[in-house]
């Protein structure tokens, strides 16, 4: 193991090395059953005598921190978990006051619960683990060094290409390579364009009930952030303040009630935007997935004046594990948004950008959208078929695509949810999707539940609502 110790300034060095292999061990940065260099070892590269690294070995075995095996070496003992962490002697450096009002992270996704409804998460099982071995392979193979290095901000160009036929195939935006900057998902397109077009105080709108991540990641950015109601028509374009800058909507799919914008809002939202000078950002995360129907013309491809972003993801279609998305941006925006996304983290990685691309060009994508499509319908006529059930307490929203679908309640599913939640059936009430108005009802994401499990998981959350817990 190459573990960097710094001597130089320093005169004592058997209480250096001691005391920066201890940090290194709390901090994790060497791990519990790791060896270290032998003393020889180590006292060569550091220029020091033998004995003075042996000292400081003999100092952290002392302590409990190493062990060392009859010829074998020495080793880290336990995590470091188990022992004190390092105590600041004062209250360390604060983030600004604002970062308390921003909710911490969502647990981690794994390990599943018994049944699975939460929204937004595909089939992961299904995912062609196979096929993107071979291609992230073959990238590795080839033995392409360009791959290697820096690439390029706004995306790979075969991945931009790609993704430029694909919207227009499936979606009818009508895009060039040179309109398309990989991202890393939606919540990255909503900081970079909140970036490059939003200054601290301005005022952005989101729809409420929505997608938390865009009111989070504006807020985070000192955005003032309106939530605004939506009917069954989408967004009620009345309702936006006078002064907006930015409005986040799902057209498509309006998360996470699940209805779709109607034709005339679309085009109330559009002269709007034109009116007021602002950008609409089209979240168009899974109409992949579509039952039943014909989609809407995307608002992209309903606008000329260059006010749209569009945003897809590939985190339903493929996984949310490869923190790769896209944004469309209006020509008069790709610079600056490039720019934006060289100085947040330079760029996505290269190996699965191209690999991504080849996928899409050799048809796998496409074929892998078919098939999951086949896979998701099935369980959204299942869904639709179990809640029928419910009637009484739950009225499902109409919706003929994603991965999720939302029933109206007369009464807060708060209690139910939890009740669910401790005997392992886990979905969210439509509340917690709400910041001024908060509906009653649940949603249920059935991209994660298995088709037979769906029943199953249905009569668990039937016997908790018949037995009060809603
Ligand atoms: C409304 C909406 N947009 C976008 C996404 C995808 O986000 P990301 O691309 O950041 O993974 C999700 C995922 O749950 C979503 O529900």
């Not at 071995?133 to 931009?160: C, K, N, S, W």
Request: hydrophobic share 40%.
């Amino acid at each position: 193991m190459e573990i960097h110790i710094d001597l130089t300034g320093t005169r004592g060095h058997r209480d250096a090395i001691y005391r920066q292999l201890r940090a290194a061990i709390l901090a994790g940065r060497i791990r519990p059953g790791e060896a270290l260099p032998p003393t020889r070892e180590l006292a060569q590269r550091l220029a020091v005598s033998r004995t003075t690294v042996s000292a400081a070995y003999d100092r952290l075995t002392a302590e409990g921190f190493l062990a060392g095996r009859v010829g074998a070496g020495t080793f880290v003992t336990a995590s470091p978990a188990e022992r004190p962490s390092p105590v600041p002697d004062g209250p360390g450096v604060q983030p600004l006051p604002e970062w308390d009002a921003v909710p911490p992270p969502p647990a981690p996704f794994a390990p599943a619960p018994e049944f699975d409804f939460r929204p937004g998460v595909p089939d992961l099982s299904l995912f062609p683990f196979d096929t993107w071995r071979r291609l992230i392979t073959q990238r590795l193979r080839a033995g392409q060094a360009d791959l290697m290095t820096y690439g390029d901000p706004q995306g790979h160009p075969a991945l931009r290409e790609e993704i430029a036929r694909h919207v227009g195939v499936s979606r009818d935006v009508r895009a060039s390579a040179a309109q398309v900057v990989v991202t890393a998902g939606a919540q990255q397109t909503t900081d970079l364009v909140a970036r490059v077009l939003l200054r601290d105080g301005d005022l952005a709108a989101v729809e409420d009930p929505g997608y938390p991540p865009p009111r989070l990641v504006l807020g985070a950015r000192g955005v003032r952030v309106a939530p605004v109601p939506v009917d069954a028509s989408g967004i009620v374009v009345e309702a936006i303040p006078a002064g907006t800058r930015l409005v986040y909507v799902t057209p498509s799919h309006q998360y996470p009630l699940g209805l779709s914008m109607s034709l005339d809002r679309r085009l109330e939202l559009l002269d709007w935007a034109e009116r007021n000078d602002a950008v609409l950002v089209e979240d168009d995360y899974d109409t992949e997935f579509r039952y039943t129907g014909r989609p809407l013309e995307p608002l992209h491809s309903l606008d000329s004046r260059g006010r749209v972003v569009y945003v897809g993801s590939f985190s339903k279609v493929l996984s949310p594990a490869l923190r790769l998305g896209f944004l469309i941006a209006p020509p008069s925006l790709v610079p600056a948004l490039v720019k934006a996304r060289y100085l947040t983290d330079w760029h996505a990685p290269n190996v699965e950008q191209a690999a991504l691309a080849a996928f899409m060009a050799e048809g796998g994508f496409a074929r892998h959208v078919r098939r999951m499509r086949k896979v998701y319908r099935a369980r959204h006529e299942l869904l639709v078929r179990g809640l029928a059930s419910f009637a009484g307490f739950l009225t499902p929203l109409p919706s003929s695509a994603g991965l999720h679908l939302s029933a109206v309640a007369a009464r807060d599913c708060g209690p139910l949810v939890r009740a669910a939640r401790r005997r392992g059936v886990r979905l969210y009430s439509l509340g917690d999707f709400g910041v001024g108005e908060r509906r009653h009802g649940l949603v249920f994401g059935y991209g994660a539940v298995a088709a037979e499990r769906i029943e199953p998981g249905l009569a668990r959350l039937r016997a908790l609502a018949d037995e009060g817990a809603a």
